[in-house]
C-alpha cells in the first residue's frame, strides 16, 4: 500500500516539475522583445464594406386553437365476487411414539491384578585401559634467512604547494 502512495507522489512531484519547467520557458518567451522587424510589412488596402439588403421581415402566423379534450365517461366499478372460504380440515391424530425399554448395564470383570516382576541384575563391566599416547619428537626449526628490505623513503614535499593556515594560541 505504501509503494501505490509513494509511486502516486512521485508521479505528481514529476508533473508539476514538467508543468513549471513549462511555465519557466513561456515566461521567458513572453517577456523576451520582439524581434525588429528588417522588411515592412506592404500597406494592405483596406476594402469597402458591402452592402447588404435589410433583413425579410417574417409575417406573424395566426395562432392555432387546440380543441378542448372531449370529457371521458366515468365507468361503473365491476363487482367482484367474494373471496371463497377455506374449509377448516380436521387435524389427523399421530400416534404417541412407543417407550424405549431400559437396557441393563453389562457387568464386566475386575481388572486382573500384573504381578510384579523382579529387576534383573546387570553385571558391572570393567572399564577398558587404554594405551598411553605415543609421545611425538621434537623437530629442530629450520632457520630460515630473511632478506634485507630496504626502507622507503617519501619523496621531498614540495614547497608552497599547501598553505598550512596558522594556529591561534
Known amino acids: 500500500m505504501a509503494a501505490k502512495s509513494t509511486m502516486a507522489s512521485l508521479v ?17 518567451l513572453l517577456e523576451e522583445a520582439a524581434p525588429k522587424e528588417e522588411y515592412p510589412h506592404p500597406a494592405v488596402p ?15 402566423l395566426p395562432k392555432h386553437e387546440v380543441p378542448a379534450h372531449p ?17 377448516e380440515l380436521p387435524k389427523p391424530e399421530v400416534p404417541a411414539h412407543p417407550a424405549v425399554p431400559e437396557l ?15 529387576k534383573p541384575e546387570v553385571p558391572e563391566l570393567p572399564k577398558p585401559e587404554l594405551p598411553p599416547h605415543p609421545s611425538v619428537p621434537e623437530l629442530p626449526k629450520p632457520e630460515v634467512p630473511h632478506p634485507e628490505v ?9 614547497e608552497g604547494h599547501y598553505q598550512v593556515p596558522e594556529t591561534k594560541p
Open 104 to 118: 441393563p448395564k453389562p457387568e464386566l470383570p475386575p481388572h486382573p491384578a500384573v504381578p510384579e516382576l523382579p
Open 71 to 87: 370529457a371521458v365517461p366515468e365507468l361503473p366499478k365491476p363487482e367482484l365476487p367474494p373471496h371463497p372460504t377455506v374449509p
Open 12 to 28: 505528481l512531484l514529476m508533473a508539476l516539475l514538467l508543468s513549471c519547467s513549462g511555465m519557466s520557458t513561456a515566461a521567458r
Open 46 to 60: 483596406e476594402l469597402p464594406k458591402p452592402e447588404l439588403p435589410p433583413h425579410p421581415t417574417v409575417p406573424e
Open 150 to 158: 630496504p626502507k622507503h623513503e617519501l619523496p621531498p614535499k614540495p
